[in-house]
């Protein structure tokens, strides 16, 4: 018998063996490969009142508006359309088993599994339970609450349920883009100055030294469009002291309009927070690291720089 004959008698033994399993899965199971007597809610997202998804690791709940928030902060830009698209587009397939003593087994119980409620305007409730994922890529199981039948779940919304509260929540500390920058206002327990654009370059004020390009820049990078890398825990909010702060910044656009005024805190922690910030007048608290607060937060010798070394040279 020649190698390429064994190869494919091999090969074909290999698909019964997978087809052998699959059917003794499902008749373990105690299901058929039957088509699904239930839909998600495929609802436009004008159409969505509030989508609510309980875990044992907590409730996450998604309010629609012009604006979206998520317990109670606001969501994401997107948070709304990625959703939306989600539930259309996320599919009920097969049943695969109306035993329930195997819920526990492919995690579709009310203690292990997500359990989803979808509220539509002006209509009832879809309530499903999405549980473990299967062996296919973006692929669970669910079930309705009340009912034994576990069909398979495919699409996004998958791995959508298992985000928590901060993964919907909207993370944009300042969202400026860099060349509307023109006016940063440096506030420090021990010192207080500005940078300035000037025709001929980033001016340091009142000493009217001339700020070296390369360190400015580096500050707009991390500025524009700054995103925090979390938020502050609940346990940790009430024991900051913003009394005592790092340093405050405030960003100007053109015609000395207000960006942004930053308020900064430095704390090292064992998550790698280097700062907590939060924005004048709003009680959310970011997470920023070191390295970004670092280079955001620079002392005025540390803009002169090369700039100031080769003037006086």
């Known amino acids: 018998m020649s190698d390429r004959i064994l190869k494919v008698l091999v090969g074909a033994l290999a698909v019964l063996i997978v087809a052998w399993l699959g059917a003794r899965l499902i008749a373990s199971l105690g299901g058929e490969a039957e088509s699904a007597e239930f839909e998600l809610a495929s ?29 109670g902060y606001d969501a994401t830009t997107e948070a709304g359309e990625t959703l939306t698209r989600a539930l259309g587009q996320s599919r009920i397939g097969n049943l695969v088993g109306r035993n329930p003593e ?7 119980t009310d203690e292990a599994g997500r359990t989803v409620t979808v509220y539509p305007r002006g209509g009832s409730p879809v309530p499903f339970i999405v549980g473990g994922q299967t062996q296919v ?14 069909y398979t779940l495919q699409g996004s919304l998958v791995t959508l349920v298992g985000r928590g509260p901060d993964d919907w929540r909207d993370k ?17 327990p021990d010192e207080s100055f500005a940078l ?26 991390q500025l524009a469009g700054l995103r925090a890398i979390g938020f502050a825990a609940d346990s940790v909010i009430p024991t900051l002291g913003w009394d005592s702060l790092t340093a405050e910044l405030r960003v100007l656009g053109p015609g000395d309009i207000v960006l942004g005024e930053l308020l900064f805190m430095k704390r090292e922690d064992e998550q790698g927070v280097g700062y907590y910030v939060r924005r004048a007048g709003s009680p959310v608290v970011y997470t920023l690291s070191t390295f970004s607060g670092d280079q955001i937060l620079k002392r005025e010798a540390a803009y002169i720089g090369e700039a100031e070394d080769e003037t006086s040279g």
Do not use: C, K
């Open 43 to 71: 609802l436009s997202e004008a159409e969505i009142d509030s989508v609510v998804i309980v875990s044992s690791e907590g409730m996450v709940h998604l309010v629609a508006g012009e604006a979206w928030t998520v317990n």
């Open 102 to 108: 195997n819920h526990a087994r492919l995690g579709v």
């Open 137 to 150: 890529l973006n692929q669970s199981y669910v079930r309705r609450p009340d009912e034994d039948e576990v």
């Open 172 to 188: 944009s500390i300042l969202q400026s883009a860099r060349e509307d920058i023109q006016r940063l206002e440096y506030d420090y």
């Open 196 to 221: 300035e654009l000037a025709p001929t370059g980033w001016t340091i004020e009142p000493s009217g030294a001339t700020a070296d390009p390369s360190f400015v820049n580096s500050t707009l990078s």
